[in-house]
């Protein structure tokens, strides 16, 4: 939760918002959030700062967070990933989004957008049978794969593949 926007604020507050070791000062936290990477370090500097990292993911095909979140340049810490486009999956034998490991963060939050879609593949056909019977259609793919616990707010949809028609018969 980001620090408060004015008033008195403590070392204290600030150590509790982005950790560190004992005993704190200033000079550990350079370059956080809005803070400066370099000079004279002011309370006041940490003014609304938040160790709280967010991205966007502008859709994609097969997403893996665990890569797309280090391929930022984060490895650890708080982050939440706002979907803003849709995600789809390139074949039913993946999901269209996958956590991966994201056991060095400390909290991760998947935002999905109004009106954004996270969908599974559909299954195939079923191949025609000619003068007999058509075979089935094959299963569709799965939507959202999660291994690791995090906390979704999905204002979008999320679907799984629907599985594929049966072929006709003669």
């Given amino acids: 939760m980001a620090l408060q926007n004015n008033g008195r604020l ?3 507050q600030i150590a509790a918002e982005f ?6 000062k200033l000079s550990e936290y350079y370059g956080s959030d809005s803070v400066p990477a370099s000079g004279r370090l002011k ?6 700062t938040s160790a709280m990292s967010y991205l966007t993911l502008a859709g994609g095909q097969d997403v893996n967070l665990e890569t797309f979140i280090t391929s930022q ?9 706002t979907v803003t486009d849709h995600v789809s999956a ?4 993946v ?3 996958q956590s991966g490991d994201l056991s060095a963060f400390d909290q991760v939050i998947l935002a999905i957008n109004p009106s954004v879609m996270v969908v599974g593949r559909g299954g195939n056909g079923g191949r025609g ?15 959202i794969i999660l291994t690791t616990p ?8 999320i679907y799984g593949g629907g599985g594929g028609g049966g072929g006709g018969g003669g």
């Fill in 150 to 157: 995090l906390h979704v707010d999905n204002r979008g949809a």
């Fill in 95 to 97: 999901p269209a989004l």
């Fill in 43 to 48: 309370m006041s500097d940490f003014y609304g």
């Fill in 73 to 81: 340049g984060l490895s650890s810490g708080a982050v939440t990933v």
């Fill in 90 to 93: 390139s074949s039913t034998a």
């Fill in 10 to 12: 403590t070392l204290s």
């Fill in 129 to 143: 049978g000619g003068t007999g019977a058509g075979s089935p259609g094959g299963a569709g793919g799965t939507a």
């Fill in 19 to 24: 950790g560190g070791s004992a005993p704190h």
